[in-house]
């Protein structure tokens, strides 16, 4: 039997993991290529995917998971446009809230906003909470991994 306990530091070591090699992408692909979309407008840059894993994890640990208040614009996270050094602050300042919400959350936080975690595919605990963030992160990471192929080849 598999009992394991997702603790704050595990789920902060796999977002941060994620974070990293996402923004190992935006430099790979520079400040010349960051805000291009590969293949047109209907394809995704790196600076905006990861400008949307910011959002995401603001989004379901801050908003669903502690109860934050969101003004979040999905879809508007698909057309920013970020410097390289722009998203490394974006991502420290988001990874400084995530390690606390992570705390929160270990903490038993009641957010108001909890129906949305009805959307979770396992059972909507924090655990499950924690690692959506977590698979939106890594499957995000492979777009950009395809975006910075796409723009570089």
Request: hydrophobic fraction near 45%; charge should be negative.
């Amino acid at each position: 039997m598999l009992d394991v306990e997702l603790t704050p530091a595990t789920a902060s070591g796999y977002v941060r993991r994620a974070f990293d090699e996402l923004l190992a992408v935006a430099d790979r692909v520079g400040d010349d290529w960051v805000n291009e979309r590969p293949l047109g407008p209907d394809t995704n840059a790196v600076a905006a995917l990861v400008v949307h894993c910011c959002g995401v994890a603001e989004f379901w640990l801050g908003h669903v998971g502690v109860g934050r208040a969101t003004h979040r614009e999905r879809e508007a996270e698909f057309s920013r446009t970020a410097t390289v050094a722009e998203l490394r602050q974006l991502v420290a300042a988001t990874l400084e809230q995530v390690d606390a919400d992570l705390v929160a959350l270990d903490a038993g936080v009641d957010s108001p906003h909890a129906d949305g975690r009805t959307f979770l595919q396992v059972d909507g605990s924090d655990a499950s909470l924690a690692l959506h963030v977590i698979e939106e992160l890594f499957q995000h990471l492979g777009h950009c991994e395809l975006a910075a192929d796409a723009l570089l080849r």
